[in-house]
Structure formats: C-alpha cells, structure tokens
C-alpha cells in the first residue's frame, strides 16, 4: 500500500515538475534552410502604420549597399555605412493589410512585415494629418516572438512560480512521509 502512495507522490512531483520547466527551443516548421535568419540585422519602425505615413527602414551589420523592397511604398537604398533611411507608405494602402518587406544586402535577403492600420479618413480617403501630429501612436495587438517563453518576466512572477513549485514538491513530500494509524504499529 505505501509503494502506491510513494508512486503516486512520484509521479504528480514529476508531472508538476515537467509543466513548469519552459520548452528549449522552439520547433520552426516549413522551410528548414531559410528560416530568415541574416547575417546582419534588419527592421521597420512602426511595423503599423497608417496609409500616407513615413516608416524608419534600418539596418545593422551590411558591409555593403541594402536594397529595401516592398509593394506599399518605393523601393528604398541604404548606402554603405548608413544605418537607416525613411519612405512613404501609400495613400491607397489597404487599411488592416500586413505587407512584406524585404531586405536585400549583397545578395543575402531577410523580410519582415509591415502593417497598414485602420484609421478615419478624410474625404479625400487621406489621414487627417494634424490630428495626427498632436496624438503619440498608441501599440497595440499582440507582442508576438519576444524571444522565448521568458520574455517579459519580472522577478515577482518567478518568485510566484518558484513558490509554487516549491509548494507542489512539500506536499508530496508531506502526503509520502505522513503515516495512517494502521501503519503506526
């Protein structure tokens, strides 16, 4: 009777343990030899915008020329050296639509997205320009690939975390080490 009960406690300790422990790497599906990681690194600032408005292209690490491409705005030309340079999202962009922006440095691509945002327009189906000036653009949607299953913890939620495993495991130990009257004897 008591090897079932020490089983038991086993087995929840194990389990409870093993739903806590995050996952070490994350399993990349579809095409395993571009996984669109680059030897240099790549961004657009905001990723949502509005139709009309003005992206930050950037870029860190390119020895050479970068050649930025994209349907919603003109193609753009990092020189050597430079780290960044802007473009003119279009007016007629669709609002909601998510476009793909490629990066092209010395032959070696990485693509990012960019996202058109919905908004009221004018009549001239343009944004309202100085509402615009005066409001700071507000993020919102998901933070998605943050890098991790740890990303954006502080340290109150692993002392949360922490206690709570450390009161799985006493009590497992607790219910193995506690004795009924009949084993008593």
């Not at 343990?17 to 070490?24: F, Q, S, V, Y």
């Not at 408005?53 to 990092?78: M, N, P, R, Y």
């Not at 609002?95 to 908004?119: N, R, S």
């Amino acid at each position: 009777m008591r090897a079932i009960r020490v089983a038991s406690a086993a087995l929840l300790t194990a389990t409870a343990l093993t739903l806590t422990i995050p996952p070490a790497s994350a399993n990349v599906r579809g095409d395993e030899t571009n996984n669109n990681i680059t030897s240099f690194g790549f961004r657009v600032t905001p990723s949502t915008i509005a139709a009309g408005g003005q992206v930050t292209l950037s870029v860190d690490g390119c020895e050479g020329d970068t050649k930025v491409t994209s349907g919603i705005f003109d193609d753009a030309h990092i020189p050597k050296g430079q780290a960044s340079t802007t473009a003119q999202v279009f007016w007629d962009a669709k609002p909601g639509a998510m476009y793909e922006v490629t990066f092209d440095c010395k032959g070696e691509t990485g693509k990012t997205d960019l996202t058109i945002a919905t908004g009221r327009p004018d009549g001239n189906n343009h944004q309202n320009q100085n509402q615009n000036q005066h409001q700071n653009p507000v993020n919102k949607g998901v933070k998605a690939g943050i890098g991790g299953s740890l990303g954006g913890l502080d340290l109150h939620e692993i002392a949360l975390g922490s206690a709570l495993i450390l009161g799985t495991l006493a009590t497992a130990y607790y219910k193995t080490r506690r004795r009924t009257g009949e084993d008593r004897s």
